[in-house]
């Protein structure tokens, strides 16, 4: 009765394996070919021979400040994004508001609009209030994309905080702000950071936001560089994939540093 429970146990892990080489090639052929000097991308070696750092030196001088504007705009929206949800979440967890369900529903509705509207929606917008090509205007609309699934995060982790736990800071003298920063704000500390995590990969790869709301490179985050670069360089393709490289470096550490909080953020709501 082993065998067969033991050969089963083989094929999955052989199948979970080949699966995962399957959906990892392209992140392989992406940095193999950013290792490799002065190559097309048609005679690209399966295993690099001579490795080489030229083309993320040619990433680096072209693309860093797009990549460190990135990080300003994706940390800014971080910013941004929780110091919305996080009061809107408390309020539809913990103050019983006639219509709350619906108002979750609305919010989940919200991401289905497509985001070309938005965008354009946006521009007129922005265009008189003199926000265009600024870093102020591409925080606020990269934040408005996590706000939806962090707003619904959140409230579904505070609605599992027993209220006796609000209700006796309450007793003891504390206003619902105090209550929300001293208490429901620390305990919260899983749901903020994968809402955080997600709201800042959702800015880190946003490219319809950088391209439509931007007519110069005075604001030009990674993705649209990338766009620029690949039209630019489209011979070059060991410097864009170096690009790439780079670009999906600090969410790829993001990942591994806030995973086990992720799991908590998202498991913790569903438990009560």
Same mark, same amino acid.
């Given at each position: 009765?082993?065998?067969?429970?033991?050969?089963?146990?083989?094929?999955?892990?052989?199948?979970?394996?080949?699966?995962?080489?399957?959906?990892?090639? %392209?992140?392989?052929?992406?940095?193999?070919?950013?290792?490799?000097?002065?190559?097309?991308?048609?005679?690209?070696?399966?295993?690099?021979?001579?490795?080489?750092?030229?083309?993320?030196?040619?990433? !680096?001088?072209?693309? *860093?400040?797009?990549?460190?504007?990135?990080?300003?705009?994706?940390?800014?929206?971080?910013? !941004?994004?929780?110091?919305?949800?996080?009061?809107?979440?408390? $309020?539809?967890?913990?103050?019983?508001?006639? *219509?709350?369900?619906?108002?979750?529903f609305?919010?989940?509705?919200?991401?289905?609009?497509? *985001?070309? !509207?938005?965008?354009?929606?946006?521009?007129?917008?922005?265009?008189?209030? *003199?926000?265009?090509?600024?870093?102020?205007?591409?925080?606020?609309? @990269?934040?408005?994309? $996590?706000?939806?699934?962090?707003?619904?995060?959140?409230?579904?982790?505070m609605?599992?905080?027993? $209220?006796?736990?609000?209700?006796?800071?309450?007793?003891?003298?504390?206003?619902?702000?105090?209550?929300?920063?001293?208490?429901?704000?620390p305990?919260?500390?899983?749901?903020?950071?994968?809402?955080?995590?997600?709201?800042?990969?959702?800015?880190?790869? @946003?490219?319809?936001?950088?391209?439509t709301l931007?007519?110069?490179?005075?604001?030009?985050?990674?993705?649209? $560089?990338?766009?620029?670069?690949?039209?630019?360089?489209?011979? @070059?393709?060991?410097? #864009?994939?170096?690009?790439? #490289?780079?670009?999906? #470096? %600090?969410?790829?550490?993001?990942?591994?540093?806030?995973?086990?909080y992720?799991?908590?953020?998202?498991?913790?709501?569903?438990?009560?």
């Amino acid at each position: 009765m082993k065998r067969p429970s033991s050969l089963r146990g083989a094929w999955n892990t052989t199948a979970a394996l080949l699966i995962l080489g399957f959906l990892l090639f %392209p992140v392989y052929w992406m940095l193999n070919t950013a290792l490799q000097p002065d190559t097309s991308i048609t005679a690209t070696e399966w295993f690099p021979t001579s490795l080489s750092l030229s083309n993320f030196d040619a990433a !680096v001088s072209s693309q *860093g400040r797009s990549l460190l504007t990135s990080l300003v705009v994706a940390l800014g929206a971080v910013v !941004v994004c929780l110091a919305l949800a996080a009061p809107a979440a408390y $309020g539809l967890a913990q103050f019983g508001l006639r *219509g709350g369900r619906s108002i979750v529903f609305t919010t989940l509705i919200t991401q289905m609009v497509p *985001g070309i !509207v938005i965008a354009n929606a946006l521009y007129s917008a922005y265009a008189e209030l *003199g926000l265009v090509n600024s870093y102020l205007g591409l925080i606020l609309a @990269d934040a408005s994309l $996590g706000l939806p699934f962090s707003i619904v995060l959140l409230r579904a982790f505070m609605v599992s905080i027993p $209220g006796e736990v609000v209700e006796a800071a309450l007793v003891d003298g504390a206003n619902r702000f105090t209550a929300f920063t001293r208490i429901v704000f620390p305990m919260s500390r899983n749901a903020l950071i994968t809402a955080g995590l997600f709201t800042f990969l959702f800015a880190w790869s @946003d490219f319809m936001f950088a391209l439509t709301l931007n007519t110069t490179d005075d604001v030009k985050p990674i993705t649209l $560089g990338i766009y620029q670069f690949v039209g630019a360089h489209v011979s @070059d393709w060991g410097a #864009v994939m170096a690009t790439a #490289v780079l670009s999906a #470096v %600090p969410a790829a550490i993001l990942l591994v540093l806030a995973q086990k909080y992720i799991a908590a953020g998202i498991s913790g709501g569903s438990i009560k």
